[in-house]
């Protein structure tokens, strides 16, 4: 059975910084990233990060956050700096098999205010 377990939320002041973890138990997996979603708000793709070493940043991220895998331990990095206010949102862990079948960790809060 598949799970995910993500650590590193919390509160930080505006432009401090976070590193979250998820490690994913099982099965190397193709793909594997993180998600967010903001009160009343979408979730959305903030950043992944595929087997071969290749990422994809939402736009509102990048040259802030960077994505990093160990592909030995199954386990995916979300370091991010210079965190706004508007970073606040509970993320979540996602990974794909490559057989295609996805994944959720449970979330994890993070909360940018002064």
């Known amino acids: 059975q598949v799970q995910l377990v993500e650590s590193g939320g919390g509160l930080v002041q505006p432009g401090g910084s976070l590193r979250l973890s998820c490690a994913v138990s099982?099965?190397?997996?193709?793909?594997m990233g993180w998600y967010r979603q903001a009160p009343g708000k979408q979730r959305e793709l903030v950043a992944r990060?595929?087997?071969?070493?290749?990422?994809n940043y939402a736009d509102s991220v990048k040259d802030r956050f960077t994505i990093s895998r160990t592909n030995a331990k199954n386990t995916v990095y979300l370091q991010m700096n210079s965190l706004k206010p508007e970073d606040t949102a509970v993320y979540y862990c996602?990974?794909?098999?490559?057989?295609?079948?996805?994944?959720w960790g449970q979330g994890t809060q993070v909360t940018v205010s002064s």
């Open positions: 099982g099965s190397v997996f193709n793909i």
């Open positions: 996602y990974t794909r098999s490559f057989s295609g079948d996805d994944y």
């Open positions: 990060i595929l087997y071969s070493g290749s990422t």
